[in-house]
Structures are given as structure tokens and as C-alpha cells.
């Protein structure tokens, strides 16, 4: 399990990016990006715009999917979760 | 490359569900489900469900993440874009 991991939520993507970036910068070695539902696309914008831009020597280690039952008014309803584990290579 | 693939739109999920399994049901191995943007939430989405509801003999072999150029009126925008190999164990 990744020591670090940011949890994408629906905040500008930027700011899950500096998150991830502060946990390299500090020592990570791994760097963990969970979300759920529709927040998943803005985890891979987030995991993208990391390797691409600005720690090209970050890789993608592993990406799983899974589908969480979460409480809502309605009871409890299924929804998608991605986890993106990124690396220093 | 898996030979078959669905790229997920702005449609219902259960649509792309329904074409995942038709493949599988035909005969297919591996089937791609591809998406960008937005899309990739829905994408996740559809690997669960056909995973979990409908077909538990098959598993995810692979994810892959990238960035692809579009070309919009503004000229060239980056979106993020995922494929989920869904594979018979």
C-alpha cells in the first residue's frame, strides 16, 4: 500500500496535482491518487498532468478498480472507485 | 491489442454494458472498454458492472492511462483517456 495517497474530490484539478506533488517533493517514493464516481476522470487528468508536466521521472505503477457500497438517503448504493499508484522509476 | 473494444460515450452505461457482454457472448477473449474525458468515470463504471453483475469469470488484465491532443475550435486541447482489458480467467 502506497504511504502517501491525495483522495480527488471535486476541487479545481490543480490542486490535487500540487497535493501530489508536495508528497514527492517531501520524500515519497509512491504516491497513491484515490477517487469515486464521476471524481475518477479528474484522478487520471490528476495523474497525467503529474507525469506529464511536471515529474516526468514518475510513472504509472499500478490502477486498480473496484466498486464501493456507500450509505446514502436512498440506502446504500454502489459506486466505481480507482486507486492510480505512481512511482518515482 | 484486445480485438475488440467499446469506446464509452454520453449514453446510458447499461448501453455499454449490453455491447461488452454481446462481444464476450460472441466468442471474444478480451474486450477493450476505451473512454476519454469526462467518459472515463463511466468507464469504470461499466468494468464493474459487468465484473460484478454479470460475468464474474472475467477479470480486468489490464488499465492504461494517457493523454490524447483533440482539436477543438480553441486548436489543440489535452484530455485524459483510459483502456480497461476486461480478459476470460
Same mark, same amino acid.
Not at 1 to 14: C, H, I, L, Q, T
Not at 19 to 32: D, I, M, P, W, Y
Not at 56 to 62: A, L, M, S
Not at 68 to 75: H, V
Given at each position: 500500500?502506497?504511504? @502517501? /495517497?491525495?483522495?480527488?474530490? @471535486?476541487?479545481?484539478?490543480?490542486n490535487?496535482? *500540487?497535493?501530489? *506533488?508536495?508528497?514527492? @517533493?517531501?520524500?515519497?517514493?509512491?504516491? /497513491?491518487?484515490?477517487?469515486?464516481? #464521476?471524481?475518477? /476522470?479528474? =484522478?487520471? &487528468?490528476? =495523474?497525467? !498532468?503529474?507525469?506529464? #508536466?511536471? *515529474?516526468? &521521472?514518475?510513472?504509472?505503477?499500478?490502477?486498480k478498480?473496484s466498486?464501493?457500497?456507500?450509505? /446514502?438517503?436512498?440506502?446504500? =448504493? @454502489?459506486?466505481?472507485? !480507482?486507486?492510480? !499508484? *505512481? =512511482?518515482?522509476?
Open positions: 500500500m502506497a504511504e @502517501n /495517497s491525495v483522495f480527488v474530490g @471535486n476541487k479545481p484539478v490543480m490535487y496535482v *500540487l497535493a501530489v *506533488l508536495t508528497q514527492f @517533493n517531501s520524500g515519497a517514493t509512491e504516491v /497513491s491518487i484515490k477517487a469515486r464516481g #464521476r471524481a475518477i /476522470s479528474r =484522478a487520471v &487528468d490528476v =495523474a497525467e !498532468i503529474v507525469r506529464k #508536466r511536471f *515529474l516526468p &521521472d514518475v510513472d504509472v505503477k499500478d490502477i478498480i466498486t464501493e457500497q456507500i450509505d /446514502s438517503e436512498q440506502g446504500t =448504493a @454502489n459506486v466505481s472507485a !480507482i486507486e492510480i !499508484i *505512481l =512511482a518515482k522509476k
